[in-house]
């Protein structure tokens, strides 16, 4: 009778003719804080599985080696730090994809959005490398679809790619006409009782971010002051009713603490100026970029800027934990701590030996759901990596020689030029190759076998091999932009390795424009008006890590992806040795 009488003549009616069943609820107690876990971490890179890192930590009877990292165990810690309480958000500073091993990039890191919608994160701020294969095809990660946006093709497994289910977040990211490419701003709310605690993150992306990535990539838009972004919309959350203000910055520094450590002692890097400049109405600073792991109180570094600064290292083998409590009166956090949290995976062996499970530090179990996915795309994979290619003598590395060479970087350099050199391929006669193009060191298996999967891990960019004519003046110019082109500094060089027939010299302590000299070619010498053909991956073609000269030249041409050609050289010159790092000469070193 009471229902019919509820749905007749309405809920104020019906409750006064029911009144004898009816109690009134008991009044809602406002508790006096609320507190808040916010999860971060960065510059995860597509590293699905273990990516063999150990981390070395303090343990109770000295330094411990832990292995680390693997995305099923990052998301079984993210779930153990949840279940603490009831209010927490899951942010990402970055780098989430791009420079991904081979079963995340051959799919164009759908594995890694997929695996991460598992974890039912909140943000990820975007960085520089969410762009390495141009804006569109990010907003295709962001939104889903199977457009293609690049020389493989989309949607292989996932038919079709549903695309993440959290926001990417890029204030600082703007079109010409001054729209934002992403959202700059996320909201999150956090009710107990009869309160409500309002967080607000305003998600940025490096500045720099356009020296770093193809220059096609990012045309049509303009990375804005990163400070100047943020301090600009914190008023709007302020408006929107934000109590918290986090920041999540792909843009970061280094420290020489441990990565357990909770110090700000010798901090440095890009990310201070910018903390200089923030507003302190800010709370926090979740940061990336630069692969370090750090938790610093900066209000002791600066009284007038009282942030806390975080970052968790690289490829998931940490996770921060930040602890927020807000006071519901005054609206405003009343207490902030940090930690770094090893996440501890499975053992494994590597050049160095053996590294088994610490149990000095808790060890998580790989998510079912998530470990489904990598599993299945790693299946897919598994025939093309598992191919062998060729052989080789040795190691062949990264590490760099006194004039900043390096033997990997030779190496790709002669297999360009290999691929290249013949009239009806481009006739090239000179190879030049970045050292960021360079992701992992080639090491061959007992037998001397190296697979297509270590090709893959060293070049998993898919660049094309561009030939073009360049001049001798040309030549010498884009080499001097090594020291003195946006980020290419004397004291931060970005040298690029050249194949076997090309040697010169520089000296630092030479003025600008007069570093390069003794530039040979064949054994000759290299004149300013000598036409030169010149291989290199399109990433430098199109000016590239700041060499904009190398976006000139005349004749152009472009062929294989930098991968074949890497493979090609291996199945025609095995068994291969790594090449001397002796093809520059570094004048007073």
Not at 69 to 75: D, E, N, P, R
Not at 130 to 147: I, K, M, S, T, V
Not at 363 to 389: E, M, S
Not at 485 to 498: I, K
């Amino acid at each position: 009778m009471c229902a019919a009488a509820i749905g007749l003549v309405g809920v104020g009616i019906a409750l006064a003719g029911c009144s004898s069943a009816w109690h009134a609820p008991a009044p809602v107690s406002t508790p006096p804080h609320i507190d808040i876990t916010l999860i971060g971490f960065n510059d995860l890179h597509g590293h699905l599985d273990p990516p063999g890192i150990a981390l070395t930590v303090p343990g109770p009877r000295g330094p411990v080696a832990v292995p680390a990292g693997g995305v099923a165990y990052l998301a079984s810690a993210v779930a153990a730090l949840k279940a603490r309480g009831p209010h927490h958000a899951v942010v990402s500073a970055g780098d989430m994809v791009g420079a991904s091993p081979l079963v995340s990039s051959l799919f164009l890191d759908e594995p890694t959005i997929e695996a991460v919608n598992q974890m039912q994160i909140d943000f990820n701020a975007v960085g520089n490398h969410e762009f390495d294969r141009g804006w569109r095809e990010l907003l295709r990660l962001q939104h889903g679809g199977c457009e293609q946006h690049t020389s493989r093709q989309p949607c292989q497994i996932s038919q079709p790619f549903a695309g993440a289910q959290f926001g990417f977040l890029a204030a600082n990211t703007v079109h010409d006409d001054g729209r934002t490419l992403l959202p700059a701003t996320g909201i999150k709310r956090f009710t107990q009782g009869g309160a409500t605690v309002v967080m607000g993150f305003i998600g940025l992306t490096l500045k720099a971010t356009p020296t770093m990535v193809t220059p096609a990539g990012v045309a049509g838009l303009r990375f804005e002051d990163e400070a100047e972004t943020a301090n600009a919309l914190v008023p709007q959350l302020k408006a929107q009713g934000a109590d918290v203000i986090v920041v999540v910055i792909h843009e970061g520094g280094q420290t020489p603490a441990g990565p357990l450590e909770q110090s700000c002692a010798g901090l440095s890097g890009d990310i201070l100026p910018i903390l200089e400049r923030l507003d302190p109405a800010i709370d926090v600073v979740v940061s990336g970029h630069t692969h370090q792991a750090y938790v610093c109180d900066y209000g002791r570094v600066n009284a007038a800027k009282p942030f806390l600064l975080t970052s968790a290292g690289q490829y998931g083998t940490l996770l921060t934990d930040i602890q927020l409590r807000v006071d519901t009166r005054t609206r405003r956090v009343v207490s902030k701590t940090a930690r770094n949290l090893v996440v501890q995976s499975q053992p494994f062996t590597s050049s160095q030996g053996h590294v088994p499970v610490s149990g000095a530090f808790p060890a998580f179990a790989a998510d079912a759901q998530v470990q489904k996915i990598i599993d299945t795309y790693r299946a897919a994979a598994v025939p093309l990596a598992q191919r062998p290619v060729g052989q080789a003598t040795a190691a062949v590395r990264r590490v760099t020689a006194a004039s900043l060479e390096s033997a990997l970087g030779n190496l790709i350099a002669d297999a360009q030029w290999l691929a290249t050199r013949a009239p009806e391929q481009g006739g090239a006669q000179l190879s030049f190759m970045n050292p960021g193009g360079l992701r992992a060191d080639l090491v061959p298996d007992e037998q001397g076998l190296v697979r297509f999967g270590q090709l893959f891990g060293v070049q998993p960019f898919g660049n094309q091999l561009v030939v073009k004519t360049l001049t001798g003046a040309q030549i010498q110019a884009a080499l001097e932009q090594q020291f003195a082109s946006g980020s290419n500094t004397v004291q931060r060089p970005r040298v690029l390795s050249v194949s076997k027939d090309f040697a010169y010299r520089y000296d630092l302590a030479q003025p600008p424009g007069a570093r390069v000299s003794g530039m040979l070619l064949q054994g000759a010498p290299l004149l300013p008006d000598a036409q030169v053909r010149v291989v290199m991956s399109s990433y430098l073609d199109s000016g590239g890590d700041n060499f904009s000269v190398l976006a000139q030249g005349r004749d152009r041409r472009v062929g294989m992806l930098d991968v074949d050609a890497l493979e090609a050289y291996f199945r025609t010159q095995s068994p291969v040795s790594p090449p001397a790092a002796d093809r520059i000469t570094r004048v007073g070193r």
